[in-house]
């Protein structure tokens, strides 16, 4: 299979770009988002100041990046996940700093309460088609990343 291109985005003032795997960021990710999806919808959360978005947080220094997208899909989705794949990661530069922020594609166990209500005004299953209307920072790389995530989950589940 051909190696996928992603354009770079941004975000405010930060300049992002996404490496697929297997390509693995060379220091530890300062985030981790998950790209869940429930057959054909994906799930997003409405998170205070920023919107809809899919779940995604910091890493604690005690956890590692998979077990990051675990927590943050239950405290601001309910989530539970299973099949959590890295997917790759985004390089974010700011000026003279690059961050890294690790990604994986996963399917929707079940849906529970939110656990951290304070953090997720709610959450939703939508289809892909509604993103673009709904999506905090909707643009040409999160759309690449968002088919990208559904690809994988979709031959995971073919395997």
């Known amino acids: 299979m051909a190696q996928r291109k992603f354009p770079s985005g941004t975000y405010g003032r930060q300049r992002l770009q996404f490496y697929p795997a297997p390509y693995r960021a060379p220091l530890r990710a300062f985030a981790?988002?998950?790209?869940?999806?429930?057959?054909?919808?994906?799930?997003?959360?409405?998170?205070?100041?920023?919107?809809?978005?899919?779940?995604?947080?910091?890493?604690?220094?005690?956890?590692?990046?998979?077990?990051?997208?675990?927590r943050e899909a239950l405290e601001e989705a309910g989530a539970t996940l299973e099949s959590v794949q890295y997917m790759g990661c985004y390089r974010i530069r700011e000026k003279d700093e690059t961050r890294w922020a690790?990604?994986?594609?996963?399917?929707?166990?079940?849906?529970?309460?939110?656990?951290?209500?304070?953090?997720?005004?709610?959450?939703?299953?939508?289809?892909?088609?509604?993103?673009?209307?709904?999506?905090?920072?909707w643009n040409e790389l999160t759309e690449k990343v968002f088919e990208h995530s559904y690809d994988i989950v979709r031959r995971s589940l073919n395997n």
């Open 32 to 70: 981790a988002l998950v790209f869940a999806w429930k057959e054909d919808k994906v799930l997003v959360c409405n998170i205070e100041d920023r919107g809809w978005c899919i779940p995604s947080g910091r890493v604690e220094p005690f956890e590692s990046s998979t077990e990051a997208v675990h």
């Open 102 to 137: 690790d990604c994986f594609a996963a399917r929707v166990d079940q849906l529970g309460e939110i656990q951290m209500p304070e953090e997720s005004l709610g959450r939703r299953l939508v289809d892909f088609e509604e993103l673009p209307a709904i999506y905090h920072q």
